[in-house]
């Protein structure tokens, strides 16, 4: 079965950055596009990078310029660099396998952001 592991998260001051890391084991990992979402509470989740198999990348507007997906695939692994981070980037940070539709989640990685 899938399995996703994220890490990397913590409390940071407005301006700083972080490097979210996500695991995945139980799939053939390099043949993948693989996302990061996250998700406030009482706000819908929100797709905020993509990476493609082929490396090809994807932002949502509210984070392009500042974050930057990449992936290792001999380590199964991608990462999610944020930079200037703002509040509005609290959230729990949670990665994904794009072609499995999000039938799998792992316990996710808290972001804070404060003044």
């Known amino acids: 079965q899938v399995q996703l592991v994220e890490s990397g998260g913590g409390s940071v001051l407005t301006g700083g950055s972080l490097r979210l890391s996500c695991v995945a084991s139980?799939?053939?990992?390099?043949?993948?596009?693989m996302v990061w979402y996250r998700q406030a509470p009482g706000k819908q989740r929100e797709l905020v990078a993509t990476?493609?198999?082929?490396?090809?990348?994807d932002y949502a507007d509210s984070v392009k310029g500042r974050f930057t997906i990449s992936r290792d695939n001999a380590k199964n692994t991608v990462y999610l660099q944020m930079n200037s981070l703002k509040p509005e980037d609290t959230a729990v940070y949670y990665c994904?396998?794009?072609?499995?539709?999000?039938?799998?989640w792992g316990q996710g990685t808290q972001v804070t952001v404060s003044s």
């Open positions: 994904n396998v794009l072609q499995l539709r999000d039938a799998y």
């Open positions: 139980g799939i053939r990992f390099n043949i993948y596009d």
């Open positions: 990476i493609a198999s082929s490396g090809s990348t």
